[in-house]
Nanobody, 120 residues
Framework: QVQLVESGGGLVQPGGSLRLSCLASGSIWHITIMAWYRQAPGKQRELVASMPTGSSRNYADSVKGRFTISRDDAKKAVYLQMNSLRPEDTAVYYC??????????????WGQGTQVTVSS
């Protein structure tokens, strides 16, 4: 079983910055993709950024140039640095990890979510 614990959300003024962290634990043999999603009230969950194994990164158009995803495989962690935050970035942010367990089964796990509120 794989668990994800997120941290780093909060209230920030427009133009401010936040850094989200997500730590994975459990029976993990290999992590394939680490990603961040968000869900605003009344809207569907959307992909914010993803980072497959390696150095490639993918971003939603709405966050390109402002957000940066990074991962530390040794720590089984993924981070989301969010700069120049806007009120429309307000949402619950979820970490998502896909990989293989120590018994070579595929897994896909979600974090519990962390609230990010951008408001003056």
């Amino acid at each position: 079983q794989v668990q994800l614990v997120e941290s780093g959300g909060g209230l920030v003024q427009p133009g401010g910055s936040l850094r989200l962290s997500c730590l994975a634990s459990g029976s993990i043999w290999h992590i394939t993709i680490m990603a961040w999603y968000r869900q605003a009230p009344g809207k569907q969950r959307e992909l914010v950024a993803s980072m497959p194994t390696g150095s490639s990164r993918n971003y939603a158009d709405s966050v390109k140039g402002r957000f940066t995803i990074s991962r530390d495989d040794a720590k089984k962690a993924v981070y989301l640095q969010m700069n120049s935050l806007r009120p429309e970035d307000t949402a619950v942010y979820y970490c998502n990890v896909i990989g293989l367990t120590t018994t070579y089964l595929n897994f896909g796990s979600w974090g519990q979510g962390t609230q990010v509120t951008v408001s003056s």
